[in-house]
């Protein structure tokens, strides 16, 4: 799948297949969350992949925005370094090309984060000098999910050319 068509067609993914991800693609995410791009080339990250069930259950716990974490075949939960203040932007990003890989390759994933995540910085015993930024569920879906059906505003609502107001296209 060229790149524009995974951007195009990825759809978030909150059911998955009792399959486990080959050993190959989950180290393809992961590789590409390591080759993304970083501020300074500071690469203030660090990924822990998840794969045994009784802490993926714990996770889907723990997560509150992703129960579903619960299901999923495995979860990278990614860590960023405090001091860092470009730490969320870049993690933010190896995060999306995580989700693009995966996608690539037929794997379904979705976004959780921001609540619950110091109960899984404990629990993964992760150090004091990280924040755990999200934990990314993968997984394949359970039915097909509408490949390119999105809802998104109009291009011309949301791009401006120039400056704000005038018309991109």
Same mark, same amino acid.
């Given at each position: 799948?060229?790149?524009?068509?995974?951007?195009?067609?990825?759809?978030?993914?909150?059911?998955?297949?009792?399959? *486990?991800? +080959?050993?190959?693609?989950?180290?393809?995410?992961?590789? $590409?969350?390591?080759?993304?791009?970083? $501020?300074?080339?500071?690469?203030? %990250?660090?990924?822990?992949?998840?794969?045994?069930?009784?802490?993926?259950?714990?996770?889907?716990?723990?997560?509150?925005?992703? *129960?579903?974490? $619960?299901?999923?075949?495995?979860?990278?939960?990614?860590?960023?370094?405090?001091?860092?203040?470009? @730490?969320?932007?870049?993690?933010?990003?190896?995060?999306?090309?995580?989700?693009?890989?995966? %996608?690539?390759?037929?794997? &379904?994933?979705? %976004?959780?984060?921001?609540?619950?995540?110091?109960?899984?910085?404990?629990?993964?015993?992760?150090?004091?000098?990280?924040?755990?930024?999200?934990?990314?569920?993968?997984?394949?879906?359970?039915? @097909?999910?509408?490949? &390119?059906?999105?809802?998104?505003? +109009?291009?011309?609502?949301?791009?401006?050319?120039?400056?704000?107001?005038?018309?991109?296209?």
């Amino acid at each position: 799948m060229d790149v524009f068509d995974a951007i195009r067609t990825l759809l978030a993914v909150r059911q998955y297949r009792d399959r *486990p991800v +080959p050993d190959a693609t989950v180290e393809r995410i992961v590789e $590409a969350a390591r080759l993304t791009g970083s $501020a300074m080339n500071a690469q203030p %990250w660090h990924f822990i992949v998840v794969r045994e069930r009784e802490t993926l259950r714990q996770l889907g716990r723990l997560a509150r925005s992703g *129960p579903y974490v $619960a299901e999923a075949a495995l979860a990278v939960v990614v860590a960023i370094d405090k001091d860092s203040r470009f @730490a969320l932007s870049d993690a933010s990003r190896a995060i999306q090309s995580m989700m693009l890989a995966a %996608w690539a390759d037929g794997v &379904g994933s979705n %976004w959780v984060g921001f609540t619950g995540m110091n109960e899984v910085k404990a629990l993964l015993g992760v150090p004091a000098s990280l924040d755990v930024a999200a934990v990314v569920p993968f997984g394949y879906p359970t039915r @097909a999910v509408g490949r &390119g059906r999105k809802q998104r505003k +109009p291009l011309r609502e949301i791009a401006h050319r120039e400056r704000y107001g005038q018309p991109f296209a």
